[in-house]
T-cell receptor, first 113, second 116 residues
Framework: GESVGLHLPTLSVQEGDNSIINCAYS??????FIWYKQESGKGPQFIID?????DKRQGQRVTVLLNKTVKHLSLQIAATQPGDSAVYFC????????????FGQGTILTVHP | GAVVSQHPSWVICKSGTSVKIECRSL??????MFWYRQFPKQSLMLMAT?????????EQGVEKDKFLINHASLTLSTLTVTSAHPEDSSFYIC????????????FGAGTRLSVL
């Protein structure tokens, strides 16, 4: 569920390394998941999504992994670049109906050149 | 992806005045838009769900008389912060969903509100 009022965890990596950002969810009815990227002073941007009938989906330099058994979602970024520095949020929704977002806590990713 | 325009991007106002923030879906229709508030280094907090042609649904703890929401058309929702006070200073973000791409929300760039 939402982590209101908590400060976000941080992850620091070197440029070129792979990054893994994790997210846990609690609602077993969640069947649709999205990762968003939020750069400083901007609104969140869609990165990649996955439905519960899949356990892995790849995009350009990003891979999302879903483990429904332990209710865990992860975002892997290959060859991380300084431009990847941002806050990453996971979002999960239950069912197929259109509804409000439930954001995960978010992780601040800092990429050092 | 779809484009959501939010205006203004930054506003400074005096305490006691009201500020209106606009959220527009530029290339799609959105029956539902959402308004969030975000403090530095924290996650987005949903304030309210804005439904076209009907009253907004506010989250617990959000004052509906303080944060007025109007969703007059399928492409425009407005948030008015009434009688703003310094504690209302924050980053406000709207989002809208494409009816053809359910559950994917597209976000505006956000509005930085500073109340003096």
């Amino acid at each position: 569920g939402e982590s209101v009022g908590l400060h976000l965890p941080t992850l620091s990596v070197q440029e070129g390394d792979n990054s893994i950002i994790n997210c846990a969810y609690s609602n077993s009815a969640s069947d649709y998941f999205i990762w968003y990227k939020q750069e400083s002073g901007k609104g969140p941007q869609f990165i990649i999504d996955i439905r519960s009938n899949m356990d892995k989906r790849q995009g350009q330099r990003v891979t999302v992994l879903l483990n429904k058994t332990v209710k865990h979602l992860s975002l892997q970024i290959a060859a991380t670049q300084p431009g990847d520095s941002a806050v990453y949020f996971c979002y999960f929704a239950g069912g197929t109906s259109y509804g409000k977002l439930t954001f995960g806590q978010g992780t601040i990713l800092t990429v050092h050149p | 992806g779809a484009v959501v325009s939010q205006h203004p991007s930054w506003v400074i106002c005096k305490s006691g005045t009201s500020v209106k923030i606009e959220c527009r879906s530029l290339d799609f229709q959105a029956t539902t838009m959402f308004w969030y508030r975000q403090f530095p280094k924290q996650s987005l907090m949903l304030m309210a769900t804005s439904n076209e042609g009907s009253k907004a649904t506010y989250e617990q703890g959000v004052e509906k008389d303080k944060f007025l929401i109007n969703h007059a058309s399928l492409t425009l929702s407005t948030l008015t912060v009434t009688s703003a006070h310094p504690e209302d200073s924050s980053f406000y973000i709207c989002s809208a969903g494409d009816l053809l791409a359910k559950n994917i929300q597209y976000f505006g760039a956000g509005t930085r509100l500073s109340v003096l």
